[in-house]
């Protein structure tokens, strides 16, 4: 069973600031990692997907890694802005067991705060 | 950009009534899912859909739950009879294929009276 933890569970920070935002799991035998956003009452929007046989992915200002042999994924957040401020949710699948049985595991998230 | 819409995107139904969220996932994808978020807890697998049928199905999808996909567009998730700790947003998401990007929808904010 995949377990995932995030930490800090909240971060409030001053607007510029670069941040990192991490993310360990149980099972490291997943072939891929996605990272979402989610705003206070609304819906997941999907922000990377980082392959296991890629170290990083980036778009815009977002960064994410992928360690698979120590269970880790960190999501760099370069030059933070208000708009910035959401919850974010790492998920990695449960390992693998057959077609059709691939499914997100979710940690808490990590709510996070820009302040102006 | 195609997305994933969910209607109704607030649901007050009545303890023991049944209640059909629907979803219409991007028109090209094949794998279908819902995931349900009791407020303040984490996102929560509850099944998985693909060729016209269930692949997969957490201990929370009892018989109470189905799904369906009606026609080629629509995607729905029924429960039965529904129970005051159905009270949860209930994203629908589809992915092209199983080990890509999965795309969730909005949300359907079911509240059990």
């Known amino acids: 069973k995949q377990e995932v933890t995030q930490i800090p569970a909240a971060l409030s920070v001053p607007e510029g600031e670069n941040l990192v935002l991490n993310c360990s799991f149980t099972d490291s035998a997943i072939y891929n990692l996605q990272w979402f956003r989610q705003d206070p009452g609304k819906g997941l929007t999907s922000l990377l997907l980082?392959?296991?046989?890629?170290r990083e992915q980036t778009s815009g200002r977002l960064n994410a890694s992928l360690d698979k042999s120590s269970g880790r994924s960190t999501l760099y957040i370069a030059a933070s802005q208000p708009g910035d401020s959401a919850t974010y949710l790492c998920a990695p699948p449960r390992p693998y067991s057959g077609a059709g049985s691939y499914q997100l595991t979710f940690g808490k998230g990590t709510k996070l705060s820009v302040i102006p | 950009e195609p997305e994933v819409t969910q209607t109704p995107s607030h649901q007050v139904t009545q303890m023991g009534q049944e209640v059909i969220l629907r979803c219409v996932p991007i028109s090209n994808h094949l794998y279908f899912y819902w995931y349900r978020q009791i407020l303040g807890q984490k996102v929560e697998f509850l099944v998985s859909f693909y060729n016209n049928e269930i692949s997969e199905k957490s201990e929370i999808f009892d018989d109470q739950f189905s799904v369906e996909r009606p026609d080629g567009s629509n995607f729905t998730l029924k429960i039965r009879s529904t129970k005051l700790e159905d009270s949860a947003m209930y994203f629908c998401?589809?992915?092209?294929?199983?080990?890509?990007?999965?795309?969730f929808g909005q949300g359907t904010r079911l509240t059990v009276v």
């Open positions: 998401a589809s992915s092209e294929t199983e080990d890509v990007e999965a795309f």
């Open positions: 980082i392959q296991s046989s890629q």
